[in-house]
Nanobody, 124 residues
Framework: VQLQASGGGLVQAGGSLRLSCAAS????????MGWFRQAPGKEREFVAA????????YYADSVKGRFTISRDDAKNTLYLQMNSLKPEDTAVYYC??????????????????WGQGTQVTVSS
């Protein structure tokens, strides 16, 4: 599966953005999906994940209550709605796909396919 992330940009603190991740292929609905981010000088970190069925979602503590992950299998698209953005949310955001039943949702090494990343910058 090929992934294409979009929707990043510059926003003021307290603002909102919605990221999208378009997937190619007809097997999108069989993948668990996740969002990760990487700030300058830092390691890539888990942000949010959704199961292949859409029935389970997971969030990093730092974004819980502010971000919402969702998927639309009819459109082969993954979303990340980001509200109440903070300067510390500034990073390149990556979407990723994980084969069903493989690994764990928060482990970068469990993911098989990655998008190219989209920059999110939050000004104070």
């Amino acid at each position: 599966v090929q992934l294409q992330a979009s929707g990043g940009g510059l926003v003021q603190a307290g603002g909102s953005l919605r990221l999208s991740c378009a997937a190619s292929g007809r097997t999108f609905k069989s993948y668990n999906m996740g969002w990760f981010r990487q700030a300058p000088g830092k390691e890539r970190e888990f942000v949010a994940a959704v199961s292949w069925s859409g029935g389970s979602t997971y969030y990093a503590d730092s974004v819980k209550g502010r971000f919402t992950i969702s998927r639309d299998d009819a459109k082969n698209t993954l979303y990340l709605q980001m509200n109440s953005l903070k300067p510390e949310d500034t990073a390149v955001y990556y979407c990723a796909a994980r084969i069903m039943y493989k690994g764990t949702y928060y482990n970068i090494m469990s993911y098989d396919y990655w998008g190219q990343g989209t920059q999110v910058t939050v000004s104070s």
